[in-house]
């Protein structure tokens, strides 16, 4: 395996095991990813981490093949902060650069731990991102179908922050998407009764924001009924996660081929 890959996996796990308390830490706070707190942790850490990484493999920069960075897609400002440092490296160690395209990536980590031959159907599902696609080989992807505007994780923050979780006893200490998971056990899906967005449509395309449209203007009304004012904690809030979380899941598994 290239040093250059050995570097870019310790990177990853040092990068998930040491950073990833305080980011959730400030997301929990924030009621989900902000694109300046994301930029700022990424600023101070990364130069600590990319030297662990390099300790943990015993090698020294000199001996890099070349240096790998993620360049799309993602948080702009986040990128920005490693495609800077990354450039840094190359062109102080006179390395070649291999950009790399995030998703992409994810899809193929499942080879680095299990035997996974090609092809392979894959649904990448994240905060940033929602995509159906057949991996043919290492850089050939068919895409199947995209979410068309937001992603899942991002709309589970917004419906968080907009029932005021942080405020509920039982979630002021994990982020949005833990907090609407969590609810949702305590709640009845079939208490609300939603149609997910784009559900008679034919193709592999995904639509959130049509759902998070419809959850906002449900809990308009719910506060009205309940006489609560806009940023306080429902009583109807765990159904009201049960079915935002039941919606999303039901466009994944009703996909229509056209």
């Not at 998930?16 to 009621?31: A, E, H, M, P, W």
């Not at 694109?35 to 101070?44: D, T």
């Not at 300790?55 to 799309?72: D, F, H, N, V």
């Not at 009764?193 to 395309?205: A, E, F, G, Q, T």
Request: proline share 5%; with cysteine; hydrophobic share 45%.
């Amino acid at each position: 395996m290239p040093l250059v890959t050995i570097l870019s996996f310790l990177f990853l796990c040092l990068y998930n095991l040491q950073c990833i308390k305080s980011y959730l830490f400030v997301s929990c706070r924030t009621g989900g990813i902000i694109p300046p707190v994301a930029q700022q942790l990424h600023r101070e850490n990364i130069q600590r981490i990319v030297q662990e990484a390099l300790s943990a493999s015993r090698i020294s920069p000199s001996e890099l093949s070349a240096i790998a960075t993620t360049i799309k897609p993602g948080l702009a400002l986040s990128l920005g902060v490693g495609l800077s440092f990354s450039m840094q490296l190359v062109n102080q160690l006179k390395k070649p650069f291999i950009p790399i395209h995030h998703m992409e990536a994810h899809a193929l980590t499942i080879r680095l731990t299990n035997q996974v031959e090609f092809p392979f159907l894959v649904l990448l599902i994240s905060g940033g991102h929602c995509l159906l696609a057949l991996v043919r080989g290492v850089s050939d992807f068919l895409l199947l179908g995209k979410s068309l505007d937001i992603a899942p994780g991002d709309m589970l923050d917004k419906v968080a922050r907009r029932l005021s979780l942080i405020k509920h006893p039982e979630c002021s200490s994990v982020s949005g998407g833990k907090a609407i998971e969590h609810l949702a056990k305590q709640g009845d899906r079939f208490h609300l009764d939603i149609n997910p967005p784009m559900h008679l449509v034919k193709n592999c395309d995904f639509s959130f924001i049509g759902l998070q449209h419809i959850i906002d203007k449900i809990i308009m009304q719910k506060e009205k009924e309940e006489g609560v004012e806009k940023g306080r904690v429902l009583s109807s809030a765990a159904d009201i996660a049960a079915a935002v979380q039941h919606t999303s899941g039901r466009r994944r598994h009703t996909r229509s081929w056209p």
